[in-house]
């Protein structure tokens, strides 16, 4: 088994932008959490109003249990990047958001001792790593909204440094330092208006999911990519909850 459960607690937070909470979790079993890095996904529940700690069944069809329960008890389950490892404990970075659900929610009110539950990986090589540049990659095109920026850092540090990386963050609008990456949330008319190297490229993109497919449609049809060369997640769509995404795809 490649992901199990952790009962996790906060043991520190800090503000890195006005729109960005770094959190830090620890918990007794993280010696067995073993991320990938890159943008190595695991899942977070987070407790409902009122609750100590998330409603999380565990074992033999977790899952099949979970979307069984009400989903007024039940813990809510949001998918996040594994940020830096150290012994016992992890980071995770929230984009913050006015209007977000849950997890933003929690994110923005965050305390010390706030109890979640993780289901992460328990080996580095797992099926929630999706950065994986084929061998014969001559540069590398990545390009993300700021909840990608966790898995944009842990890409750029596993990176080669000797292979080129052309990078491009297009927060949300009010989400970023001005002057410091594109605050229009527009990441296709960025790159569409760049020079792009020769040599055969590899591209990651993952931001709101609009966003995406339309990145991934001038990348494929316009810039000619082999589609089997671009890596594209949705990682939020405009409108839906992630409930509504795990409910379609059921
Ligand atoms: C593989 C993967 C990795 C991810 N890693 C990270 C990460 O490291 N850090 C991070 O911050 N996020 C990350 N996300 C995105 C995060 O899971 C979503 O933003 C999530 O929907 C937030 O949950 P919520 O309960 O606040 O909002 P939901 O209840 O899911 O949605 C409520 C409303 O908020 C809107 N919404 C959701 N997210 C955003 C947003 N970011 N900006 C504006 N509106 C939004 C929805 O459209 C909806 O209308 C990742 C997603 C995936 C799939």
Redesign the pocket.
Known sequence: MTFDFFDVQVVRHRALTPA?VRVTFAGPDLDRFAGGGR?Q?FKLF?PRPGQAAPLVPRGEDWFGRWRAMDPATRG?M????V?AQRDGEFD??????P???????W?SGVSVGDRLVALGPTEPDNGGV?FRPPPDTEWVLLAG???????LAAIHAWLDPALPVHTWVAA?PG?CRPGAVRCDGDLVSPVRAATLPAGTPYAWI?G?SGQIRALRRHLVQERGFDRHRVTF?????????????IAEAA
């Open positions: 960005a943008d996904r987070f809510v949001r998918t996040y990047t940020g995770v970075d929230f984009a913050l958001h209007g977000g659900g849950p997890a933003i929610r994110a999706d909204d700021d909840t990608a920026v966790p898995a949300e989400r993952a709101e997640t949705g990682y939020w769509r405009r409108g839906a909850t992630e409930d509504d995404l």
